[in-house]
């Protein structure tokens, strides 16, 4: 079993950044995929980012590349994501979630079956 524990979340407005954090307890961390993802409301949960079990390679849906950035400490067990020139359609749910054994992130929320609890990240204009 893993845990996951987001935070950093919060409001800022329009341009700002925030950067959020999420720690992973339970098993070793080094064998897991990780990925973000949000969920804005009345929307579906969508792929945000995702990283490698190496942190060799990164992955980010065309809406946030040049402004956000995934990358993990396997020291600390632990993954962020930095979020630079937020927008109010940025405004979401955003979550950590696992994917066990697997070298690879993926972009859909079946292939991770451990998940954060969230954290809210509110963009005002």
């Known amino acids: 079993q893993v845990q996951l524990v987001e935070s950093g979340g919060g409001a800022v407005q329009a341009g700002g950044s925030l950067r959020l954090s999420c720690t992973a307890s339970?098993?070793?961390?080094?064998?897991?995929?990780m990925g973000w993802f949000r969920r804005a409301p009345g929307k579906e949960r969508e792929f945000v980012a995702g990283?490698?079990?190496?942190?060799?390679?990164?992955y980010g849906t065309d809406s946030v590349k040049g402004r956000f950035t995934i990358s993990r400490d396997n020291a600390k067990n632990t993954v962020y994501l930095q979020m630079n020139t937020l927008k109010p359609e940025d405004t979401a749910v955003y979550y950590c979630?696992?994917?066990?054994?697997?070298?690879?992130?993926?972009?859909?929320?079946?292939?991770?079956?451990?998940w954060g609890q969230g954290t809210q990240v509110t963009v005002s204009s």
């Open positions: 979630a696992a994917r066990p054994f697997a070298a690879l992130p993926g972009s859909s929320p079946a292939m991770y079956p451990y």
């Open positions: 339970g098993r070793t961390f080094t064998n897991y995929a």
């Open positions: 990283i490698t079990w190496s942190g060799g390679s990164t």
